[in-house]
């Protein structure tokens, strides 16, 4: 169950649902007016409250801590969810200060600056770009490998190439324009094989990804068809 969705789908004022980590958030948050807030009791949040709640509202913020523990508990949210994001549908996440959560900052700054943190929750594009930049530095060729291993790792759960795409242009603009890739393993063997590059293994098909970020080739392809002479041209065998 979702603690307060009766009323947060009542709700006509925002256009948004705002999922929190507890209920004593969802009561703080409706005696001061902000009626649109959920939170997930006994369990976590799940897909089925996800589809529920993209019944009747196409935006969903969810609101964690900005500590470490709730970095990686919106991460967790947002592999849960990401195939689920298509259309019109979208998701944000909201960090608060340190040291606090809606119940808290609602009570010390009011529903209007309340709001305003709202309104410039992280669109789901840069939440994963500074999530995956944590602890890494974006001059280290290595460190760009991790990167697009685990972007890699995200896309191939996204159906919605659209978002595929606005997510690798964001992070690939982030990077300074060095392109990252989220083809299939078999797509890059494919592709591999085509340049010359051994693959003697299955698994290592990622040391071929290396490659192309180090050389910032773009690999955004879904066919290997597609790009095979523009791509397999400009590699050299390694």
Known sequence: ELYGFNK??????LDFFLVTEGYMDVIMLNQNGVNNAVA???TAFSLYHLENLFKFKNKIIFCFDSDEAGLKAAWRSLNQCI??????RTIRFLFLPAGEDPDSFILKNG???FLKKAANALVLENFVFQYLKRGKNLESPEDI????HELQNLTKNIEADILKETLVNKISKELGNRRVAYATEEELVYIAKRAGIKVPKR???????????ERGIAITFRNPYDCIASTATQLQPT
Not at 8 to 13: C, G, T, V
Not at 83 to 88: E, L, M, P, Q, R
């Open 8 to 13: 947060a789908r009542q709700d006509k004022e």
């Open 83 to 88: 195939n689920k994001i298509y259309a019109d």
């Open 203 to 213: 698994g290592s098909v990622y040391g071929y990804v290396n490659v192309c970020v």
């Open 40 to 42: 997930s009791l006994g």
């Open 145 to 148: 490998r991790l990167i697009s």
């Open 111 to 113: 529903k209007e600056e």
